[in-house]
Nanobody, 120 residues
């Protein structure tokens, strides 16, 4: 079993910054893609940013130029640096990972979510 543990959420004023972290632990061979999703009240969960094991990234249009995703493969950790935060970024942010587990098959895992609130 694999656990994804997020940290770094909180309350921040508009224009402020936060850095989210997500560390994977458990028994597995390797991690493929990792990403961050978010879900605001009354809305569907949406992709914010994703990064492959090789470091290729993609972002939602709404966060391009403001958010940066990165990963430390040695620590099995993915980060999301969020700058110039807006009230519309308020949501629960979830970490997601494709992990090579038993039989070297790919399994998808979610973190428990961390709340980000942007408000004055």
């Amino acid at each position: 079993q694999v656990q994804l543990v997020e940290s770094g959420g909180g309350l921040v004023q508009p224009g402020g910054s936060l850095r989210l972290s997500c560390a994977a632990s458990g028994i597995f061979f390797d991690i493929n893609a990792m990403g961050w999703y978010r879900q605001a009240p009354g809305k569907q969960r949406e992709l914010v940013a994703a990064i492959t094991s090789g470091g290729s990234t993609n972002y939602a249009d709404s966060v391009k130029g403001r958010f940066t995703i990165s990963r430390d493969n040695a620590k099995n950790t993915v980060y999301l640096q969020m700058n110039s935060l807006k009230p519309e970024d308020t949501a629960v942010y979830y970490c997601n990972a494709d992990v090579y587990g038993l039989g070297y098959n790919l399994y998808n895992y979610w973190g428990q979510g961390t709340q980000v609130t942007v408000s004055s």
